[in-house]
DNA sequence: GTTATTTTCACATCTTTATGCTATACCCCA
DNA sequence: TGGGGTATAGCATAAAGATGTGAAAATAAC
């Protein structure tokens, strides 16, 4: 039996998806709030603390967003779905970000809610299809303009700079001389245009 | 109407799933393949290219993830799925940097699996559920261990050496002395508890 | 088998960073 | 009204990094 929370603060919106949702023989409606503060405020009262909680983002006083620190604060083993009517990938990634296991569209018909609600409890992670390109989009890094290739011995001096490492440390890590390393890193600076750690760091050469 | 590429090594599931998907009648058929190569080898031969290509992973030769390359270079239209046993979190990142949009499981009904590939036309990214959290995950930074907060100019400061600038850029930046840089940077790193530019930013403190 | 690239190392020099100690001015608040 | 915290600044020193020049050995490419 899921324990479901819902926050929404548009009544009719509140009243559809508990109408529906608490219909269902697989959930247990045990809150239904306006507000992250409302929602908060009646917790301590329950007994039964929701295991999975529908939050929209535009609400009153708390986004959706910034409840959820306080929301995984209080119920720990609670997961969050986002249900939202913005489709913006930077709010799905501050939604994730802030702990957010599923993100899905308003529109999103009841029964396909209920079933991305159910595949929660299967350890999924919802998303309507317009978002997870969001987040696929994430992952294909934008293309860089084309730089020079790195040896492999020049990537592994690379590897060390991210990983914070000293000249020393990193001589130490691939039994190298010092002198070495900076023949290296001399190199790896001219290929990648760049004249300080500090620059290639934050160029974000990482994959 | 979504003319769709297959890329599968073993002859009973390739069979299954062009017996089926083929039969569909949103879908039709071009090419059906045991290898990346030979799927690559077949192109140029055909009247419709594919838009959409359901890729293996496990595959003789080229593997599907180090068959995304040339794919999607011979291929710019077409999107890729790929379609697996493996369930790990690095191969599932392998993929999607590489350019897939989408990853499924091979365990996947076919009915579903025709749902998933209807998503992708309609700009979706299909996963899995298990695929989805992995994905979701890497968004959810791995709990800091509960850092001293930075004040606001500690942050001004902290974002100029994040745009790998030198202390005199930064002072310059912010209309400070070279040394008032420095004074905040002591305290940020023993806030942050580093004790060089590298490792701040090895660390990854940007949002 | 010669050429080109990569990998390795050295030494010198100058710049940037890291760190310690000190100090003034400002603001909040108890 | 005096004590935190923040923001500013200076000086000094040691460590780390950046850059130039040069060169030998190992590998790969042709």
Redesign the interface.
């Known amino acids: 039996m899921i324990y479901l929370g819902i926050i929404e603060d548009q009544p009719t919106i509140r009243e559809a998806l508990t109408g529906y949702l608490c219909a269902q023989p697989e959930f247990s409606c045990v809150l239904s709030a306006a507000s992250v503060e409302e929602f908060l405020a009646a917790v301590p009262t329950m007994i039964h603390r929701p295991t999975l909680i529908l939050s929209d983002i535009g609400l009153p006083g708390l986004s959706g967003i910034e409840g959820l620190a306080p929301l995984r604060h209080l119920l720990p083993q609670a997961e969050v779905v986002m249900l939202s009517v913005y489709t913006d990938a930077q709010r799905v ?1 501050d939604s ?2 802030a ?4 993100y899905l569209e308003k529109d999103t018909p009841l029964p396909v809610l209920k079933d991305n609600l159910l ?1 929660v409890a ?9 978002i ?2 969001h ?2 989009r994430y ?3 934008p293309p860089r303009p084309a730089l020079e290739p790195l040896t492999p011995r020049e990537q592994d001096i690379v590897r060390g ?6 000249y020393q440390r990193i001589a130490d890590r691939l039994f190298l001389s010092i002198d070495t390393v900076r023949s290296h890193i001399r190199q790896v600076y001219r290929k990648l245009q ?1 004249n ?8 974000g050469y990482r ?1």
């Not at 299967?122 to 317009?130: D, L, N, T, V």
């Not at 700079?161 to 000293?166: A, C, K, P, R, Y």
């Open positions: 990634f994730l970000r702990g957010a296991v599923g595949q299967a350890g999924g992670s919802p998303m309507s299809p317009g997870a390109r987040v696929i992952f294909q890094s700079i991210e990983d914070g490492l000293s760049v300080s750690k500090a620059e290639l760091l934050a160029r994959r």
